[in-house]
């Protein structure tokens, strides 16, 4: 029987563990997508208690406690910090096969040096071990990015931001590099008149530009686009329920967006129209600047009303949606690729049943100018477990260019979440070891295969981004 979390965890071969402890392993870290707050970053943060930093903010553990039947007050309420991670403990043992297992053991031995098994038993000597280390500089944000090998990260802006935490990150010469993306959804989201308005107004203050109509809104993201660019950005995200790919005119937008700015509702026909037409623009002046845009498709969000109004979004009430996807994602593409406008372009579904779709139609639109211009993003959210990855991987291998794959990435609000990257490759140097030991790949192309799992892990992402 092997041991828990061992040196060979998830490795079930010996070229397995050839491919990971001797290529794999080695490569540095880039987080081409996270949810980081750059000011814990600029401002080298010091956590209070292992709570604070392993908690707080992370919806995923708080759907599992809530599960585990745990009341709201020990998870986002007022109990003490060690009530509610003891209350983590405690859900701990039933959280067995759900990746936060995993994760969990792996955070505590990669970053803390601690192998000891989370339990109720376990949680007092834990907590207060790991408490006191978040005391010293060895275990500020910084100090933690730099252990776990970090080379660069790219947190999730919005484009009335001020970017001051990157400049300030910059300035005071932190050696990884921490860089902005473009996340453009408010602007987006003419559902709520007035939620929308307001947003307006933080843009216009940011752009310094009065938005009166359609042309003013995309004058004044240009122009924080280009800030972004300035700052060191080439990446967009777009966080969509679907795409949007409904048919409008000029006429029709310039209408839509005058109803919504005198605070009337649009329609739902009116929405779409509007969310596709702001769609192209963004992605034109996503390939004008020659960036990578991202889509993440799927999710159905803030579905508790009652939570919702309780305790706000990213809470952990959002799930996997049921959307149909490839009609208008392809008439976007399609538009896009037609009129010279389509950038290096990545696409993640949360619906695991979208996984083939999503592959064979990025790669409508690979044209040969650029290894891997259309890539099928890692697992994502809810499919970022092993299941979920081995998914992923089979998709894309069986049906497109793993080898050509931009790796992983964390999607994470924590500085604890990197074990994630190498948990992914992990489980990539296992699949790629059986089929070598199985007689599926040959093992005189051992020496391309082990150079794929570097690219996979690092060059890949590397070189697709200019980094």
């Known amino acids: 029987m092997r041991k828990f979390l061992d040196a060979d965890f998830l490795l079930y071969s010996d070229t397995a563990r050839t491919l990971y402890h001797e290529h794999a392993a080695k490569m540095p870290i880039i987080d081409y997508h996270c949810h980081l707050v750059p000011k814990m970053i600029a401002d080298n943060y010091q956590f209070a208690d292992l709570t604070e930093i392993w908690l707080g903010g992370d919806h995923y553990k708080w759907r599992a406690m809530r599960g585990n039947g745990i009341p709201e007050e020990y998870i986002t309420g007022n109990k003490s910090s060690y009530e509610k991670f003891e209350k983590w403990a405690e859900t701990m043992p039933y959280a067995m096969r759900n990746p936060l297992y995993h994760w969990t053991h792996l955070e505590l031995s990669r970053v803390f040096g601690i192998d000891k098994v989370l339990n109720p038993a376990t949680a007092r000597e834990i907590y207060e071990e790991c408490t006191a280390k978040l005391q010293t500089p060895e275990f500020r944000s910084r100090a933690i990015m730099e252990r776990m090998n970090v080379e660069l990260v790219c947190t999730t802006d919005d484009p009335a931001d001020s970017l001051e935490y990157h400049k300030a990150i910059r300035e005071n010469g932190f050696k990884v590099k921490v860089l902005p993306t473009w996340r453009p959804d408010k602007a987006m989201m003419t ?151 389509l950038a290096k372009t990545i696409l993640y579904n949360l619906n695991p049943r979208d996984n083939e779709l999503m592959v064979t139609n990025a790669y409508n639109f690979n044209d040969g100018t650029v290894p891997g211009k259309m890539q099928y993003g890692s697992g994502w959210w809810f499919l970022d477990q092993i299941d979920g990855m081995e998914r992923q991987m089979n998709a894309l291998s069986a049906l497109g260019l793993l080898s050509r794959f931009v790796g992983m990435l964390t999607d994470s609000r924590s500085f604890l979440s990197y074990p994630r990257h190498e948990y992914f490759r992990r489980i990539l140097c296992n699949i790629l070891g059986r089929e070598v030991e199985n007689g599926q790949l040959p093992e005189s192309e051992l020496p391309f295969i082990k150079q794929m799992v570097e690219n996979i892990s690092y060059y890949n992402a590397k070189n697709y981004f200019g980094w």
């Open 191 to 341: 559902a709520n008149a007035e939620a929308y308005n307001h947003y307006l107004g933080q843009l216009e203050a940011a752009s310094d530009t009065t938005i009166s109509s359609y042309a003013d809104l995309l004058s004044a993201l240009e122009k924080r686009h280009k800030f972004f660019e300035e700052q060191g950005c080439g990446l967009s995200d777009h966080g969509l329920s679907t795409f949007y790919g409904d048919s409008y005119t000029e006429a029709e937008i310039n209408a839509i967006f005058a109803k919504v700015r005198s605070g009337k509702n649009p329609t739902v026909e009116e929405d779409h129209k509007f969310q596709a037409a702001m769609l192209y623009d963004l992605a034109v002046m996503d390939a004008e600047s020659n960036w990578v845009q991202q889509f993440h498709i799927g999710a159905i969000r803030n579905n508790n009303t009652k939570m919702f109004r309780q305790i706000g979004a990213d809470t952990g009430y959002d799930a996997i949606g049921d959307y149909e996807v490839a009609t208008a994602m392809n008439r976007l593409l399609d538009k896009l690729n037609t009129e010279g406008f």
